[in-house]
Structure formats: C-alpha cells, structure tokens
C-alpha cells in the first residue's frame, strides 16, 4: 500500500514556472514506476509524464515535452514535476500515480494508487 500526497500547485502567470512534489508513503517507493495526470475542468484526465523506478528512463505527453521535467528522489520518497514556460491550457488538477509493474505506462488504468491532486491555474 503507498499513499501519495501532492503539494506545489497554486496559481501562476503564463510563462512561469511550477514545480510539483508528490511524497510518497512506505518503504517500497523504489519500486513503483511513477507518473503525473492531470484533469481540467470538463475533460478526461490526461496523461502529463511517467518516470521508471530508477529514474533512468522519461515519458511524456507531446503537449508538455520540452516544458516539463519529471524526476524523482527514491531516498526521500518523492517525485517531482518542474513545470516551465506554463499556458493557459495547462490549468488542470495534477495528480501523480503508482505504478507496481514493471514497465512504464502512460494510460491511468495501468497505476494502482493515486493521490488526491493539487490545482494548478496558469492566468493569460
């Protein structure tokens, strides 16, 4: 069992930068593939970026590559999300995501446990 708890989100000019944390629980937390969704209002949640248990390999949607870094710190239990050149259409509450198997996965269904999302609003 992990529980995930996000914090960073908040509320930022377009063009600014956020960086997302998200801590996990447990002492297993190396062995979860990672990943970031996000949610606007009236839409499906969307898939942000995915991380492997080492950090060794990134995975991101075409709509935040080259903006957005994922990483993550297995020593303290947490993986992040800098958030750069932020727009508009990026306004979503982000949630990040467990992931027990062994591959990397972009679909929401592959992530057994989810935290509870923190709200990013980027202003025009």
């Known amino acids: 069992q992990v529980q995930l708890v996000e914090s960073g989100g908040g509320l930022v000019q377009a063009g600014g930068s956020l960086r997302l944390s998200c801590a996990a629980s447990g002492r297993t937390f190396s062995s979860y593939a990672m990943g970031w969704f996000r949610q606007a209002p009236g839409k499906e949640r969307e898939f942000v970026a995915a991380?492997?248990?080492?950090?060794?390999?990134?995975y991101y949607a075409d709509s935040v590559k080259g903006r957005f870094t994922i990483s993550r710190d297995n020593a303290k239990n947490t993986v992040y999300l800098q958030m750069n050149s932020l727009k508009p259409e990026d306004t979503a509450v982000y949630y990040c995501?467990?992931?027990?198997?062994?591959?990397?996965?972009?679909?929401?269904?592959?992530?057994?446990?989810w935290g509870q999302g923190t709200r990013v609003t980027v202003s025009s």
């Open positions: 995501a467990a992931d027990k198997g062994i591959f990397v996965h972009s679909t929401s269904s592959a992530y057994d446990y």
């Open positions: 991380i492997s248990r080492s950090g060794g390999a990134t």
